[in-house]
């Protein structure tokens, strides 16, 4: 039986659902010992945020749209969706958030930042080309969580996470992938060809959420926690397509 309990998710409705999708928190010790599947737990944010964009200010003499940040928000973060929002509009595109968030960690490829627009906004977003600042707050304090991670097992400081480093990176959040799998995600970022490939961080955050978001789903359909389920063929087609940006 899978052991759902000891990652603390319980049968998670998945992503376009509150809370927003996350990171699972940096882990601070020894990786936990592996499962079928589930999600880890220890850890936490990262002690600092990435630096801002430059400011660009809001020009032609008109005043910014207003902005409602989550209470608590830090300023750096606040910082960050302002200098996006070029045009003011209390909104940003997905050019818009490639630019912040290429600026604070390395380039992100568009389609890693389509996939963070749909996961963040989620289906039911009535803007869903758009990202507000709540939004926005979530995205960035996730990505905080997932760099952590990625930190701790770029062992070598390569600024990319290799096959090794990958799968102990996943293991340590409660994610046993199979080396044919691990093989399988490393070759689609790396032109069809497994062999000494890595992930860049945007990749690996891609690679996180597809992991995390279709175990979630899983999950829903293995009622027992047994590690398999019976799918029809438009339930399978449903739970796959959401993760297949252009």
């Not at 928190?25 to 964009?53: E, K």
């Not at 963070?116 to 969580?145: E, K």
């Not at 009622?223 to 959401?242: E, H, K, N, Q």
Request: glycine share 12%.
């Amino acid at each position: 039986m899978a052991d759902y309990n000891r990652y603390g998710h319980g049968t998670s409705g998945g992503y376009g659902h509150t809370p927003p999708p996350s990171a699972p928190p940096a882990p601070t010790s020894a990786p936990p010992s592996s499962s079928s599947y589930g999600y880890g737990g220890g850890g936490g944010y990262p002690s600092a945020y990435p630096p801002p964009p430059p400011h660009q200010g809001f020009g032609f003499g008109y005043g910014p749209a207003p902005v409602a940040f989550p209470p608590g928000t830090h300023p750096d973060v606040e910082r960050a969706f302002r200098a996006a929002d070029r045009d003011c509009s209390g909104a940003i595109d997905e050019h818009e958030l490639q630019g912040a968030l290429s600026t604070a960690y390395h380039r992100f490829s568009i389609r890693t930042v389509r996939l963070l627009m749909f996961l963040f906004n989620g289906p039911a977003s009535s803007a869903p080309s758009r990202m507000g600042p709540a939004q926005f707050v979530s995205l960035w304090n996730c990505l905080g969580q997932w760099r952590g991670i990625f930190d701790r097992y770029d062992r070598d400081r390569s600024g990319k996470i290799d096959f090794r480093e990958l799968t102990e990176a996943l293991r340590s959040i409660g994610y046993a992938v199979p080396p044919s799998v691990i093989e399988l995600l490393i070759a689609n970022y790396n032109n069809g060809v497994p062999s000494h490939g890595a992930l860049d961080f945007d990749n690996f955050v891609e690679c996180g959420m597809i992991v995390k978001g279709l175990t979630e789903k899983f999950k829903e359909k293995d009622t027992r926690y047994t590690g398999s389920a019976t799918l029809s063929y438009d339930g399978f087609l449903s739970m796959v397509i959401p993760f297949i940006v252009p």
